[in-house]
């Protein structure tokens, strides 16, 4: 019994990092973590305004592409609701996102992830992540008077 509550445990705090590393990742550029994050064969659906995309490579395509669009991206993940069945999970994950958009200047995007993860080999992973947009704000007049992206 303890076993398995301490097994439950570990298994939340490793989708948890899961999920905060996608953040790190996209807000980072980090092309290495981001291709940690997920099995092979995996989903990255953002929806009709930012595009799907099936397996690593594509995923990272994607990414590159919306670097591209949006060079800086700070995404705060909260209320994670995450049920674990043995090997497998599925999680939806509040998100609020400020970008720099090469065109629109500074956004705010949010949503709600809706996730799958399953373990495998020993090692959790996403298989599948879908977002739901809730809104895409230009933020006219807004501007960062300090701070490393300030004069962005």
């Given at each position: 019994?303890?076993?398995?509550r301490?097994?439950l445990?570990?298994?939340r705090?490793?989708l948890e990092?899961?999920?905060a590393?996608y953040?790190?990742?996209?807000?980072?550029?980090?092309?290495?973590l981001l291709?940690?994050i997920?099995?092979?064969?995996a989903?990255l659906?953002?929806?009709?305004?930012?595009g799907s995309?099936?397996?690593?490579?594509?995923i990272?395509?994607s990414?590159?592409?919306?670097?591209a669009s949006m060079?800086?991206?700070?995404?705060?993940?909260?209320?994670a609701?995450l049920?674990?069945?043995?090997?497998?999970?599925?999680?939806?994950v509040?998100v609020d996102?400020?970008?720099?958009?090469?065109?629109?200047?500074?956004?705010?995007i949010s949503?709600l992830?809706?996730?799958?993860?399953?373990?495998r080999?020993g090692r959790?992973?996403?298989?599948?992540r879908?977002?739901?947009?809730?809104?895409?704000?230009?933020?006219?007049?807004?501007?960062a008077v300090a701070g490393?992206?300030?004069?962005?």
């Amino acid at each position: 019994m303890l076993a398995a509550r301490i097994e439950l445990l570990e298994t939340r705090v490793a989708l948890e990092r899961l999920i905060a590393e996608y953040a790190h990742a996209f807000d980072g550029r980090d092309e290495h973590l981001l291709r940690t994050i997920w099995h092979e064969g995996a989903l990255l659906d953002l929806g009709a305004a930012f595009g799907s995309y099936q397996g690593i490579a594509a995923i990272i395509e994607s990414a590159h592409s919306n670097w591209a669009s949006m060079p800086h991206m700070h995404h705060w993940m909260a209320n994670a609701v995450l049920d674990i069945d043995g090997e497998t999970a599925t999680g939806r994950v509040a998100v609020d996102c400020l970008c720099t958009h090469v065109e629109m200047g500074q956004v705010q995007i949010s949503g709600l992830y809706h996730d799958r993860f399953e373990r495998r080999d020993g090692r959790w992973a996403f298989t599948e992540r879908r977002f739901e947009l809730h809104f895409l704000t230009p933020l006219a007049g807004w501007k960062a008077v300090a701070g490393a992206e300030a004069s962005v």
